[in-house]
């Protein structure tokens, strides 16, 4: 911890760090018109630009148009994607564990076993990649310079580091190489080609 306070402070006094919605609308109250609870606050916080909404933008957590409302309310700088994966991301489908509890993965989506829904309970983490939210939020209409922005250089600026998050001089290399349809070609690390 004093690390990190020290780096902190090492940033300058003048650098404000921005605090992020985690995972909006995920375990959250539903929105509701006569109260309205956490998301319209989020959602009013972030289009001032005081906040940072997370958003888990894999086709499964949210559904497009929500990702696209989200995105035309506070715009690309105000939402950071992430993926909320959890070991069966990537893998295939099967029994998995997250933490204590059995989790089932069926095409693609991880829910907590509960012998009371046979398809399956909550929705238990997810299992794409960070390129597959990208691909999912680029087919839910963003633009891809909107999305690969809110993958890269949102998180690189809420955490406050200034090595990476873009393709900038001076800045570490870390990128991946895609085709047309988003698909890993190459994995660049520090300028390095890592396959």
């Known amino acids: 911890m004093a690390q990190v306070t ?8 003048s650098e404000r760090l921005r605090m992020t919605a985690t995972h909006l609308f995920n375990a959250m109250r539903p929105l ?3 109260q309205g609870g956490p998301i319209p606050a989020c959602l009013a916080a972030a289009a001032a630009g005081d906040l940072v909404v997370e958003l888990v933008g894999d086709g499964v ?3 497009p148009a929500v990702v696209r409302s989200v995105f035309g309310t506070v715009g690309a700088d105000q939402v950071l994607l992430v993926t909320d994966a959890m070991a069966a991301a990537g893998m295939a489908d099967g029994r998995y564990e997250l933490g204590p509890m059995a989790v089932t993965v069926r095409d693609g989506v991880a829910r907590v076993d509960d012998p009371q829904h046979p398809a399956g309970g909550a929705i238990a983490g997810g299992t794409a ?3 597959d939210v990208v691909r999912a939020t680029v087919a839910a209409g963003i633009g891809i310079v909107e999305a690969v922005r809110s993958a890269s250089t949102v998180p690189a600026g809420v955490l406050g580091l ?3 998050g873009s393709l900038t001089a001076g800045r570490r290399a870390d990128l991946v190489v895609t085709d047309a349809d988003l698909t890993v070609r190459r994995v660049v690390r520090s ?3 890592v396959g």
């Open 129 to 131: 990649h960070l390129i």
């Open 162 to 164: 200034t090595d990476v």
């Open 61 to 63: 957590h949210l559904d």
């Open 191 to 193: 300028g390095l080609d």
């Open 32 to 34: 509701d018109h006569r």
């Open 6 to 13: 020290g780096d902190l402070a090492a940033r300058g006094a």
